[in-house]
């Protein structure tokens, strides 16, 4: 473990027993992309879900990282020939689009070999501008094909002021997580794309200054699987060797992070945003989406994959102590910090549970008084990448709450779910996207549905 001293500096201490990342299910390592195929000459002609471009040869469609939409370029094949699409990576840019720029991670840009570039930041040799407006189309092309909704949607940089430190133009500075994997003779380093190669690297510029001068990338980790570091809001940065091993409470030592006057405390290996002014931008976002005039603060309200209760805190500033909530959450150690941080509503109460079973179970039990009081509630939902799914949409719905605010962080997820929720009655009312992951593909987005009278 390492940690600085107030002054900043690299105070280093190693312990006799290493602190420990919880420990994570092994994974199959994907395929590893080829290096010896075939290089084309391809146009570029439009972005695709994925953070990689889309182009043609001889009518078989080519996904092209590192390439933008307009582009000639020479990009390398990196699947089997007899593959029905192929994928490839851009080795030379014939005819450059006005957008592109230097990659402000000299490890991640083009000028290296494809196998040799860090991962993470796909977008980075796009300009700030134009990244955001990709991510735009491919969320309005998500919700046009899944959603079956047409809507133009813009999306939004993070308020500078709420992310000290980060350079907005550069899209650097912001990351207060970051993962660096270890390979077998202990050298760390983020992976290649579609890869579990480790990439040594010198810099880590997206990630915010104090991990950026902490990170220990020339030092070895024989016998590590990773090395984490993070950078809470409040408190010194940590740098945690994870061993696969587990040492006891090596994984729940409580870190504390503000978002406004308000703070939160949860396990340092917990779940929280990654972007240093995530929190407040989606606090934000779900307070103002909430439509006042719908909402009752006597109803059965929800917060749903609720963490450690941020959002559900989020709602219950907006519309003060009087307001019943009920954070659902499957994890069992942050519903007990949940339950914690959201003491100040006497309304507000922490469930350990999965989102399916929870809501089955509650369908399933259901008053005539308490479903009068779900079917006037507010429901905040924010799922993994994968989305709330059929399951969950249809056991909502069945509920019938009066509104849903739903925070995603995958476009076809969200569009998909959107789809569901409209054969069961709801419409979008409206939607925001925020640039929660600059210099990557990722986009925040968060809607509201109500049920059509």
């Known amino acids: 473990m390492v940690n600085p001293d107030r002054r900043g500096n690299r105070a280093r201490r190693r312990p006799t027993r290493p602190q420990t990342a919880a420990p994570r299910a092994a994974r199959p390592a994907p395929a590893e992309p080829r290096t010896d195929g075939p290089v084309l000459e391809l146009d570029v002609e439009r972005i695709a879900h994925g953070g990689v471009a889309v ?11 590192d390439a933008i939409p307009g582009e000639r370029v020479r990009a390398r094949v990196s699947d089997d020939a007899k593959a029905k699409f192929w994928r490839a990576e851009t080795v030379e840019v014939l005819d450059a689009s006005p957008d592109r720029r230097e990659h402000p991670w000299a490890e991640a840009g083009v000028d290296r070999a494809p196998e040799r570039r860090a991962g993470g930041a796909e977008f980075g040799h796009i300009g700030m501008g134009r990244q955001r407006a990709l991510k735009a189309e491919v969320l309005a092309d998500a919700l046009a094909r899944f959603g079956g909704v ?12 709420l992310a ?18 270890v390979d077998a003779e202990g050298r760390v380093g983020p992976y290649a794309a579609r890869s579990h190669r480790v990439v040594p ?15 220990p990338l020339d030092e070895r980790f024989a016998g590590a699987q990773a090395v984490d570091l993070l950078a809470p809001s409040l408190g010194n940065p940590w740098v945690v060797v994870d061993t696969g091993e587990t040492t006891r409470g090596g ?17 340092r290996g917990g779940f929280w945003q990654v972007h240093r002014g995530a929190a407040a931008t989606l606090t934000a976002a779900v307070q103002g989406m909430v439509d006042g005039e719908l909402f009752d603060p ?25 307001v019943r909530i009920t954070s659902v959450e499957s994890d069992a150690r942050a519903t007990e910090h949940a339950g914690a941080n959201l003491a100040d509503w006497v309304g507000a109460r922490a469930v350990t549970g999965r989102v399916d ?34 399951q969950v949409v249809e056991r909502l719905a069945e509920l019938a709450p009066r509104q849903l605010v739903y925070v995603a962080c995958d476009p076809v ?41």
């Open 413 to 453: 997820a969200l569009a998909r779910d959107i789809g569901l929720f409209a054969e069961r009655g709801y419409r979008l009312d409206a939607i925001r996207a925020f640039d929660l992951f600059p210099n990557t593909h990722h986009v925040e987005a968060v809607a509201r549905l109500t049920a059509i009278v």
């Open 164 to 181: 000290p430190g980060a350079d907005s133009e550069l899209g650097t500075g912001w990351r207060t997580r970051v993962r660096l994997h």
């Open 55 to 65: 182009a043609r040869h001889e009518g078989r469609v080519v996904f092209v990282a």
């Open 251 to 267: 994984g729940r030592q409580r870190i504390e992070e503000q978002v406004g006057e308000r703070v939160f405390r949860l396990d």
């Open 298 to 322: 006597r109803a059965a309200n929800h917060d749903l994959y609720g963490g450690v209760g941020l959002l559900a805190a989020a709602v219950g500033d907006r519309f003060g102590d009087t």
């Open 357 to 390: 079973r929870y809501l089955g179970e509650l369908a399933a039990s259901a008053s005539p008084a308490e479903r009068e009081r779900l079917r006037a509630a507010t429901i905040v939902l924010d799922p993994p990448r994968s989305g709330a799914g059929r």
């Open 201 to 215: 690297v010198s810099s880590l510029p997206l990630a915010v200054p104090e991990l950026a001068h902490l990170a």
């Open 150 to 161: 047409d809507e133009a949607v813009e999306v939004e940089a993070v308020d500078p002021a």
